[in-house]
């Protein structure tokens, strides 16, 4: 009797708490009966221990039992009666709280329960201190963890209610709950609203049971085995292709490969080039051997779930940046065409320039006023200008020419260039005068201060020229432009160019026999003109002796020192032949028996110096009298 009462106390204890959101009265009767059921149940329990003694217990006891059943059934009408208040008072209620759900449904942000990138549901209220966002977060790793057991099985999934909430549960662990302002905002029972979240929660742990299970794994494993196996297998193979190609470049030196040559200079023998294709060789294998490996890697990581990020992070940096270019070289297309018909433009207008300079330099085209030894270096100035146009109008289309550091570094290396190309930009403007005043060309025998030779090469910095004896003298075009220069070479061609020698002879000998023999002597030179006819000046009248001074005119000015050398043998030739003597360096001579100064051997009656004096007429004075010795005459 007493646990019959306990429970029907209990009983009335929760539907009082079930009925928690009734008025202050209902609160204060329920009280009451609490407090009365306490004390009769107090009362019985000493009636009990006192029946032993008292034999009219039972009798009483039976008396208090029907006063509580009939205090219970008044209890019962009680809260019946409260219980379709509360009912009433909930129904009004639940109808206010649709309305403030309502309103508030396109402004509340919902947090969705993701898992595996899918979508479950969404949760819009909190519930026990806990934000919507946090109970998305507890569900979705609940669920996740769950999933990932190798030992799942789904359907032991089920909902378990109270009267204030339901949870979904697997086994003893509480996924997440389903309270009522959940069911409000879905439009449903709490009841329905869990039964729908607990089928979704099933269909996703089979999906990640597929993912995650043990058979699922062990494929994986497989899979992770196959690729591990595939790669060496590829190494293997690479390295023996390799291998085979490395045969082949050995055999090539003995079949196709030729030496290298730049003219007489061997840039690369075959063994050279043999090392170089090996090395090229092995870098190639490395390079296959990583864009391998490049995929490979990224495959054995995507198996895995666990890796799957980090695989999609390193095909993200080898796919990042081979796309970035991409897209650049697609945007820049258009740019790129631009350059293309501006090159096109200026190559042909230069090609044409190239043509016509061409023209002008063979003859074949003339513009009065310009000589065609300008042809060439205006050709070059021009071009150069047309070059340094273009460039500054592509510079706008190159990439990264909007880019500060790309415009510093241009302004650094012009800076640069400006403050250490004074002399340089100097010799440059020096060699531009030089070859529009046309002092000299290519090929000329000049003079420049104590330098005599042939001009054999005109750059815009330096003119080089190569004298008599070989030497080869680099002269600044600034230096040539504050010096003065004798071109022999045009006045030979144009005028004829006069040569010189002075000599001494004595008072005793007449004037026209030392003429005629200087003539003679200039006309039997190679070289010497027959028109206009040498001729002779006297310079002077010294106290020992007068000063004959033959001129002659030659055409060829490379040949000038031969034939100064040739010209005062044949002086000495004819003076002799004539017994008269040369008093030059001056000496003393008694004249009472004495020998005179005329050689008395005469080479001219030697046959090897005949011989040598038709093969130098023949030749044009090309070559020196190898047998007679060469002496000239100091003046």
Known sequence: MKGKLNWRLFLVLCLCLHMGTASGQLRGKINELIGKADTMIRTRTTDTSAAVADTGYVHRLQQSLQEAQQREASLQMELNELKIGALTRDSMSRAQLMRQIDSLRHITKGYPVVVEEDTLFTFYTARGGLSPQARAENAQKNILAVGKKLTLTPDSVRVEKTDIVSDVMYANQVLFSVTDRDALWENMSRDSLAQLRCQQVVQQLQLLKENYGMMRQVKRVGYFLLVVVAQVLLFMLTNWLFRKLRVRI?????????????????????????????????????????????????????????????????????????????????????????????????????????????????????????????????????????????????????????????????????????????????????GLVITYMRPFKLGDFIKLNDTSGNVIEKTPLVTRIRTNKNEVVTIPNSFMMSSHTINYSSSAKDYGLIIHSEVTIGYDAPWRQVHQLLIEAALATPGVTDEPRPFVLQTSLSDWYPVYQVNAYVRNAQELPRIYSILHQNIQDRFNEAGVEIMSPHYMAMRDGNDTTIPKNDQRSNPDYQNASVKLKTQGGQKENETGKTEETTV
Request: aromatic share 14%.
């Open 250 to 430: 050995d055999r090539l030196k003995e079949t196709r490969l030729k030496p290298i040559m730049i003219q007489t200079y061997e840039l690369l023998n075959t063994d050279k080039q043999v090392r170089l294709l090996h090395v090229g060789a092995n870098l190639l294998r490395y390079v296959v051997m990583l864009i391998q490996l490049l995929f490979s890697v990224p495959l054995i990581f995507i198996i895995f779930p666990q890796t799957e990020k980090l695989a999609f992070t390193l095909l993200g940096y080898l796919w990042t940046p081979i796309k970035s270019i991409l897209k650049g070289i697609v945007d820049y297309v258009p740019n790129l065409f631009t350059i293309v018909v501006i090159w096109l433009c200026v190559h042909y207008l230069i090609r044409l320039l190239r043509y016509l300079a061409t023209e002008i330099e063979e003859g074949r085209l003339q513009i009065n006023g310009f000589y065609s030894d300008w042809a060439l270096p205006t050709y070059h100035i021009v071009r150069f200008l047309l070059y340094a146009f273009m460039i500054a109008m592509i510079y706008p289309y190159l990439p990264g020419s909007n880019s500060g550091v790309f415009q510093g570094i241009s302004v650094f290396v012009g800076l640069i260039v400006s403050l250490g190309s004074t002399t340089v930009i100097g010799n440059i403007i020096a």
